[in-house]
């Protein structure tokens, strides 16, 4: 099957972190079929890496020999959001009519329902073939708070053949948004299985120059505010209060590493606390096997991908009760690995803490069988050939465009 894949959310030469979720299950899908990557970059993120090499952007093309495109798209910053998606598609449908002509899509898959959504469902209805939407998290459990484009976002998950949704809990937020829940399906995603599996921690520990004589608790993830470091750094501080021994690696960058660091500094932590930066996926697995503990404390989440991948790796965690992560915590019959806090309860987080690090916790961990991302990539073919049998007996489009009549589709398909 020939997919293409469309989202903002990829890699690129200056930003390799970003979206690896995607790249996993794209190499995952091109194993056994054909695909395509258009990634969009704003304009602002092209404006301000527009003296680097220009051929960074080849990066993940030549590594992983997926095709990839960044073509670059203008939006209005921090206002009219509702028209998002209308901004990106008209700034990158002449790029996706040449995909389009070149590639012969038989279906499209897109990651977050807008403004990315939008654009794959533009793009996929005048070929008539199946569009499924992947939507990640805040994409419908926080933009639709936005009255403006909430209607943007309900028309994408109503119009889109079918919603692929990462846990239960984002498929009853979608359906909650008026989806018809016949054409919201659950596909959990998974990990790389090569790179995450349990190991030895004294060894990761040596590789990454980390102290062998601290217990060590680990956060991966973007500093913005939804990650509720503060709540983090709270919690870090009482339980070290009591556990003189802590240790906390924070592995990641962003916009709030400063306020982050003064937190830090003005508790007294700065000896207690790591930043390492943002890390290579290749290397997370040692970050992970390197740790005793592995802590989130969002506001809001899906199912994040890190607390999959710490699992996968033989690690407890502790987290805030949000979104999806109860699914990861209860997925696995016998004694708990993990414990769920409430949001912001920097004392809860604490106490938990303390509980997690115990020997019996990270037992269990280890026994837990991680998901991989062949068994997701099943899954999303699997769906994509049912809604294409049912598109091809005619009962809603016709057959895929064949070649040579590109310049028969609708007039915004072609100018």
């Known amino acids: 099957m020939r997919i293409l894949f469309l989202s903002s959310i990829f890699p690129h030469g200056t930003a390799r972190v970003t979206g690896t979720f995607n790249l996993e299950l794209c190499r995952a899908l091109a194993a056994e079929h054909d695909v395509r990557v258009v990634a969009p970059r704003s304009f602002i993120d092209v404006w301000r890496t527009r003296r680097e090499d220009r051929a960074a952007d080849r990066w993940v093309t030549e590594v992983m020999g997926i095709e990839v495109s960044y073509p670059s798209y203008f939006y ?36 977050w329902a807008h403004p990315d959504g939008e654009v794959a469902l533009r793009t996929a209805q005048p070929l008539s073939i199946p569009s499924v939407v992947i939507v990640g998290g805040s994409d419908v459990l926080l933009l639709p708070s936005d009255r403006w484009r909430r209607p943007k976002i309900q028309r994408v998950l109503r119009e889109s053949s079918g919603v692929m949704t990462v846990s239960e809990g984002l498929r009853q937020a979608v359906i909650d948004l008026g989806t018809d829940p016949s054409r919201v399906h659950t596909i959990y995603q998974g990990v790389d ?32 505010e939804v990650k509720g470091l503060d709540t983090l750094i709270a919690a870090f501080d009482l339980a070290r209060q009591q556990q003189p021994d802590l240790h906390l690696l924070l ?25 390492a930066g943002a890390q290579p996926p290749a290397q997370l697995p040692d970050w992970y096997r390197a740790t005793d503990l592995f802590v989130l404390s969002s506001l809001s989440e899906g199912l994040p991908n890190v607390l999959r991948e710490a699992v996968a790796c033989g690690r407890p965690f502790v987290s805030t009760d949000v979104g999806s992560v109860r699914e990861i915590a209860e997925s696995q019959a016998g004694s708990p690995f993990a414990e769920l806090v409430p949001i912001g309860d920097a004392a809860a987080m604490s106490v938990a803490i303390e509980r997690v690090l115990r020997p019996e916790y990270v037992a269990v961990a280890q026994s837990v069988p991680c ?15 049912n809604l294409r049998g049912d598109l091809n007996v005619g009962q809603v489009f016709n057959l895929p465009v064949p070649a040579g009549q590109f310049e028969n589709l609708p007039h915004e398909m072609t100018h």
Do not use: I, N
Not at 195 to 222: E, I, S
Not at 371 to 385: C, I, M, P, Q
């Open 76 to 111: 209005t910053p921090g206002f009219a959001r509702s028209l998002y998606g209308e901004s990106m598609w008209w700034s990158v449908r002449r790029h996706l009519r040449q995909v389009v002509e070149q590639f012969r899509p038989e279906a499209v898959v897109s990651y």
């Open 371 to 385: 998901r991989s991302w062949r068994d997701t990539a099943h899954d999303l073919v699997s769906l994509l050939r």
């Open 251 to 275: 592995v990641g960058d962003g916009p709030l590493r400063a306020s982050v660091q003064a937190d830090v500094e003005r508790r007294g932590l700065g000896d207690h606390v790591t930043f």
């Open 193 to 224: 299985d090569e790179l995450f599996f349990p190991g030895d921690a004294k060894a990761a520990r040596q590789r990454l120059a980390l102290p062998a004589d601290r217990r060590l608790l680990l956060w991966v993830g973007r500093m913005v």
